[in-house]
């Protein structure tokens, strides 16, 4: 299971989510992320972006303060670019609960 995480450049002072209110946080349109930053930190400006090297741009060109995304993909790109790190503890959302499929027992009369 991935969660989420915050990619930031090493001078950010950003470490966790809360840190983003006020700030400019890249998120890729339509992502699940996009919908966690808005109930998590709604004082985030969200930036959309279309892509992965989009957000990343963002970062990067100061488009954006951070961008959120998953954290696999996230630690995969901070180990290639010396300008950037991973931020945050990992945000994942529980799986949906689902009520437990009803059972005829043996006992049961149907009618």
Excluded: C, N
Excluded at 21 to 38: E, L, T, Y
């Amino acid at each position: 299971m991935s969660a989420s995480l915050i990619l930031v450049t090493h001078a950010s002072k950003v470490e966790q989510l809360s840190d983003l209110a006020g700030r400019r946080v890249a998120v890729v349109s339509k992502s699940i992320q996009q919908r966690d930053v808005g109930e998590i930190e709604a004082r985030a400006f969200q930036v959309e972006v279309a892509s992965v090297a989009d957000g990343v741009r963002a970062v990067k060109s100061g488009q954006a303060d951070a961008f959120v995304y998953d954290d696999v993909e996230l630690f995969r790109i901070a180990q290639v670019d010396p300008e950037l790190r991973v931020a945050g503890s990992a945000h994942s959302r529980p799986p949906p609960t689902r009520s437990p499929p009803r059972r005829v027992t043996s006992g049961s009369s149907a009618g």
